[in-house]
């Protein structure tokens, strides 16, 4: 069965440092990954996703994700953190499902980012 | 353009009492979700509707959640005979679905409050 962890409930950075926020999977066949960013009392938005391709993969606000296939991860990184990055951010898989158009994704528990000033 | 819309935004209802929430999703967009956000707990897969195919309901906790979708659009998801457990923000997704883009859009959620 398809699934990713995010091994850490909480992340805190200082602002203008780097962050990362870390995500591993496990799925059959190849593996298409998905971050999503919840600001408070927000809905999920989408930040980037690795289909194909290079494995370093930038996305909105300045994030980018390196997908490393022998460790299996998709580990989150910004170069400096800012204090308004702070939410709580979720990895996620495709579900393979049925079919060649089924798109559930699979979500991690998620990671409550905190960059403090 | 509009992006995904639900309604309320928030619903306080007492046990055992009937609810719908509403999703519509992003025009165009073919397959649509409902996910369950617990308190501090992950995404829970709910239901996915895709074109006119048999819905995947896989994740409905049980037999007193349902969801259509009618016309292809606008989505319900009703809860009868709420229980305090059902308590959570229930969001709504929409994708596109023939294309290589696999990203969903969300809603902003329904916080359904069950006292």
């Known amino acids: 069965a398809q699934s990713v962890a995010q091994p850490e409930d909480q992340v805190k950075v200082a602002e203008g440092n780097p962050l990362t926020v870390k995500c591993t999977y496990s799925?059959?066949?190849?593996?298409?990954l998905f971050w999503y960013v919840q600001y408070p009392n927000r809905g999920l938005q989408f930040l980037l996703k690795y289909i194909t391709g290079d494995n370093l993969v930038k996305g909105s606000y300045g994030f980018e994700a390196e997908f490393n296939k022998s460790q299996t991860s998709f580990h989150l990184k910004k170069p400096s953190a800012l204090v308004s990055d702070s939410a709580l951010y979720f990895c996620?898989?495709?579900?393979?499902?049925f079919g060649g158009g089924y798109n559930k994704l699979i979500f991690g528990a998620g990671t409550r980012l905190a960059v403090h000033p | 353009g509009a992006g995904v819309s639900q309604s309320p935004s928030n619903k306080v209802t007492e046990k055992g009492k009937d609810v719908e929430l509403r999703c519509d999703p992003i025009s165009g967009h073919t397959a649509l979700y409902w996910y369950r956000q617990s308190l501090g707990q992950g995404l829970e897969f709910l239901i996915y509707f895709q074109g006119n195919s048999a819905p995947d309901k896989s994740g409905l906790p049980s037999d007193r959640f349902s969801a259509e979708r009618t016309g292809g659009s606008v989505s319900t998801l009703t809860i009868q005979r709420t229980q305090q457990e059902d308590s959570a923000v229930y969001l709504c997704a929409s994708s596109r679905v023939l294309t290589s883009s696999y990203e969903q859009y969300f809603g902003p959620g329904t916080r359904l409050t069950v006292t």
């Open positions: 799925v059959s066949g190849n593996p298409y």
């Open positions: 996620a898989v495709r579900d393979i499902g």
